[in-house]
């Protein structure tokens, strides 16, 4: 197994790689590790053949993960590039992960009321899983939703980067751009219920699975979406 991990910290980079390398070592897994350090948001250096040192009759598996709407502007166009470089590289599967709430709506209003009910929902599930003084919490709370909350009701044009859409949206996007879904094996969902139950105990948090994806919620709200396409 290779890995190819992008992103424009280094430190962060190389502490994921050490871990991964540990875990695979701990498995017996023949294992390498390459990141591929990005100094801007460069989408024909995060997916150029020659950075992510493809092999021949080798299987590419491209995973994203919360990147999708970073790539939304005002128009879709360096998202509709991202998608037709990576379908150029004929991958075996494509794995996207995003937000269930629709954050992109160019009125105001209506982006601080759907960010309200999403984030409620967010912040309530934390309440269930972490208490209250835990140092994860208050760095997810702060560090990580703090952020993303202050960009969707405070930044406006080609400063608001925090654009989610709901499953419906990218799954338009992605079948115009030749992606077809895949469909989720039973062991799939098996699985990810194994470790929501390990990890998650709480009873608050619901899989389900629609249109051959898998949506991860606390009580009846989705809040976030996981599909395959090829």
Not at 13 to 36: C, E, I, N, V, Y
Not at 159 to 171: I, L, P, S, V
Request: charged share 20%; hydrophobic share 40%.
């Amino acid at each position: 197994l290779r890995i190819t991990a992008t992103g424009n910290d280094p430190n962060i980079l190389h502490r994921t790689g050490d871990r991964l390398s540990k875990f695979a070592q701990s498995l017996g897994l023949r294992f390498q590790f390459h990141p591929l350090l990005i100094v801007s948001n460069d989408i024909n250096c995060i997916i150029d053949p020659l950075a992510l040192d493809l092999h021949p009759d080798e299987a590419l598996a491209i995973n994203c993960v919360l990147y999708l709407h970073k790539l939304l502007k005002e128009d879709s166009r360096a998202l509709r590039l991202f998608l037709h470089k990576i379908k150029a590289l004929n991958p075996k599967v494509v794995t996207i992960a995003e937000q269930e709430a629709n954050h992109n709506h160019p009125v105001f209003l209506q982006r601080l009321v759907e960010a309200l009910d999403h984030y409620t929902s967010v912040f309530d599930s934390l309440e269930a899983t972490l208490p209250p003084n835990s140092r994860e919490r208050l760095a997810v709370e702060q560090v990580w939703f703090g952020r993303e909350i202050m960009d969707i009701v405070a930044a406006e044009g080609v400063n608001r980067r925090e654009r989610h859409q709901r499953y419906e949206a990218w799954e338009v996007m992605l079948r115009s751009s030749g992606f077809s879904n895949v469909s989720l094996s039973p062991f799939a969902l098996s699985q990810a219920k194994l470790l929501l139950r390990l990890h998650y105990p709480s009873e608050g948090y619901k899989l389900q699975i629609r249109n051959d994806s898998l949506f991860l919620g606390w009580q009846n709200r989705a809040l976030f979406s996981v599909s395959s396409w090829h």
